[in-house]
């Protein structure tokens, strides 16, 4: 069963041979592209521990989670009005009222004591007769008081209007604090509207299932990820993917661990942010009470889901100012999850020992430079296509060397890299490895005669036409080729000796594998090898663009998180990352600076992200950059003006006198005046110099379009 609630009848790559000498890295068999067509069973994950009740679950369950603005954590939260009401400070409020109560007792006591004449007590003499007016009658005694009690009320409710009683009661009073202990009194909801009861299941006819999902739920059997997970299973059936008689059969036999992962996992080993799977979100931090973010954001959780990486995201920010510990681990932590839940595929890419999470969960983890690693990178992408393969070999090798200006490509490195990669495959059923194309690049005429002499014998007249021209382009001094050799010597290195293999005596991963819910990390060998990983990121980032295109189930969202993204930017990339939102899928990059970008590419880049994010410590060139995509709105500024009063009579001139020794300033005028001006979002000065530590200033856009103004946020609330 695959996380749908069936069997999984894609074609996949045929199960490559282990590499004996590396131990594996689980006892479990790993998720990898090379999935045969009907896989076994996994085996059986460590059971997972109930809970004492189901009280804690049925709780998230049930939390409202309503409509918000993108980017707004969703669980539990409380709209906001969009303007900010106008609030009464509240010792102006409480000095109001106690005013006001003086007021109404004073104007009670003069009307008591006479001093405003008796005109108040006209209505009450037209009304009783004259037979009441006897001494010590009750009946006029009775009368007598009540009209004083209803006077009384009626200077009451005016004086209370008027001071702002209601309001200082609905702030400081009881209403209050029950507003404050409402979550903790909510009823439970009606059966058939209670998410904990399954109502979609029991709708469906599916009533037996429903009731064993609610069991295990109120036993504390379920999780966040099996609930997730059977949802998406459920939405299968409903499409009409699967059948309602596979599901119901399923839950029935396994309950909350019905349509498992393939690698039997039903949580990750350790979270460290807080995740919400009935949204997708992923909290990062609070939005600052900051006048400078809109009323309806400031206070509100910050979440990140699919619907917003879609549009792909950029944090910008020096070493030390938070992003793999505040974005690249909480984003490749969510989608991990998304991925046990059948919802995503994610490729996880940074430094080896950054800090992405630990190995046991992913599914795969490639360890480039390391002996120990299980498995290998490879270098084509799984293509069996010389041209495709060329492409994306030439976009990592000499990508960040094409021209940065629109339009530009490396279309001669793709044409010299497809003249050998053609005639290779033909001749040896493959292509070459690194030592042999560094060979072929070099025009050992060893490997070339070879070569020709396997066309020959094979009767590749076209291909034969391909090598020559190779050749002949070779002895021109503007050739491409020695470019291309030089880059691909940085592989060529004894740490990767027994990486990037092509015999099928390895284990290789390839990014074809993105059809399944899959867990990647590549450790890239950032330390002594630094080229060699810029060259390795790039042909990561190509072939994730390349492979997402040409999905064939989108339904599962893919991500790739590339910790560090310098000297990745290319043309290619940043037109690869424009495609990404049609195919489901997003990118994650990360910078310490702007400057890590050519200056014609940083615009194209900051427009093809939706999402970006500037950390605090940045420098006012790269704050500039961020301005400007961020543009202007209208604000209301207020200039006040003081001028001095000149005093024109004697009494004036000795008034302002006895006005300038008391105060020692001259007696002034105040004039404000309000005007619309067109100011920008964030300048780049207050990026630079006005974003706290541990905060960021982000805006974000999800896949439909709709958008969040700039946010300061507080990653670390």
């Not at 990647?520 to 492979?547: C, E, K, M, N």
């Not at 990745?568 to 939102?581: K, N, S």
């Not at 400057?595 to 790269?622: E, F, K, M, N, Q």
């Amino acid at each position: 069963m695959d996380s749908d609630g069936t069997r999984d009848a894609r074609g996949t790559h045929a199960e490559p041979v282990p590499r004996p000498a590396r131990p594996p890295e689980t006892p479990e068999t790993p998720v990898t592209p090379a999935m045969p067509v009907t896989p076994p069973r996994p085996p059986a994950a460590p059971p997972v521990p109930p809970l004492p009740d189901g009280s804690a679950f049925l709780a998230w369950l049930r939390t409202p989670r309503p409509e918000a603005a993108p980017g707004v954590w969703r669980f539990g939260h409380r709209p906001r009005p969009d303007e900010e009401p106008e609030v009464v400070p509240g010792r102006q409020l409480a000095a109001g009222a106690v005013i006001a109560f003086l007021v109404g007792w004073l104007i009670w006591s003069l009307l008591w004591n006479g001093y405003l004449g008796g005109w108040w007590l006209l209505p009450l003499y037209a009304m009783i007769p004259d037979s009441w007016a006897e001494p010590h009658s009750f009946a006029a005694v009775v009368v007598v008081y009540a009209y004083y009690v209803i006077v009384a009320l009626i200077i009451l409710v005016g004086v209370g209007r008027l001071g702002r009683w209601g309001e200082l009661w609905r702030r400081y009073g009881p209403p209050a604090w029950r507003r404050s202990a409402a979550p903790e009194n909510q009823r439970p909801p009606a059966p058939e509207e209670d998410p904990a009861e399954f109502p979609a299941l029991r709708a469906a006819g599916a009533a037996d299932a429903a009731d064993r999902l609610a069991t295990e739920a109120r036993q504390g059997l379920m999780r966040d990820v099996d609930h997730a997970r059977i949802t998406r299973a459920w939405h299968g059936v409903r499409s009409g993917r699967h059948s309602l008689a596979t599901f119901t059969g399923a839950v029935l036999r396994e309950g909350s661990a019905a349509c498992p992962h393939p690698s039997g996992a039903r949580d990750l080993p350790g979270r460290q942010a807080r995740h919400d799977l009935l949204t997708g979100q992923v909290r990062l931090g609070t939005t600052a009470d900051d006048p400078r973010n809109p009323y309806a954001y400031r206070g509100t959780g910050l979440a990140l889901g699919p619907e917003l990486l879609g549009t792909s995201l950029l944090a910008v920010g020096p070493a030390g100012s938070g992003k793999t510990g505040t974005l690249v681990r909480p984003l490749a932590e969510s989608l991990c999850l998304h991925a046990l839940t059948g919802r995503a595929a994610v490729v996880v890419v940074g430094a080896a020992g950054a800090g992405l999470g630990p190995a046991e969960a992913y599914d795969v983890v490639v360890r480039i430079g390391n002996p120990e690693s299980m498995y290998d990178l490879d270098l084509y992408g799984g293509t069996t296509d010389p041209d495709e393969a060329a492409a994306v070999l030439a976009e990592a090798l000499v990508g960040d060397l094409a021209d940065p200006h629109p339009g530009s490509d490396s279309r001669r490195s793709t044409t010299v890299l497809a003249q050998l990669l053609g005639p290779y495959r033909a001749v040896h059923g493959r292509f070459p490895s690194v030592p042999e194309l560094r060979a072929l690049l070099d025009g050992a005429p060893g490997p070339l005669a070879e070569l020709r002499a396997g066309l020959v014998e094979a009767g590749q007249e076209s291909l034969l036409r391909e090598l020559d021209a190779r050749e002949r382009q070779m002895a021109h001094p503007g050739d491409v080729g020695g470019v291309l050799a030089d880059r691909i010597a940085l592989l060529d290195r004894p740490a990767f000796a027994g990486f990037f293999d092509t015999s099928g005596q390895s284990r290789p991963f390839s990014l074809k594998a993105l059809d399944h819910p899959v867990r990647v990390r590549i450790d890239l060998p950032a330390r002594g090898h630094a080229d060699a990983s810029r060259i390795l990121a790039r042909l990561v980032l190509a072939q994730f663009t390349a492979s997402v295109a040409v999905r064939e189930d989108r339904s599962l969202f893919a991500c790739m998180i590339l910790d560090d993204a310098t000297g990745v930017v290319t043309p290619e990339a940043v037109r690869g990352i424009q495609r990404l939102r049609s195919a489901n899928a997003g990118a994650v990059l990360t910078l310490r600076t702007l400057d890590d970008v050519p200056r014609p590419l940083r615009g194209p880049l900051l427009g093809a992200t939706g999402c970006r994010v500037a950390l605090s410590g940045l420098t006012p060139w790269d704050g500039q950059d961020f301005a400007e995509v961020w543009g202007k709105e209208w604000t209301e500024a207020r200039d006040v003006t003081d001028r001095q009063i000149i005093a024109e009579t004697p009494a004036g001139k000795a008034v302002h006198m006895l006005r300038r020794v008391i105060t020692g300033k001259a007696p002034t005028a105040r004039a404000v005046t309000v005007r619309q001006v067109e100011r920008e979002r964030w300048s780049a000065s207050e990026l630079a110099h006005a974003v706290p530590p541990g905060h960021a200033v982000l805006s974000l856009t999800n896949v439909k379009g709709e958008h969040a103004p700039p946010l300061l946020v507080d990653l670390r609330g």
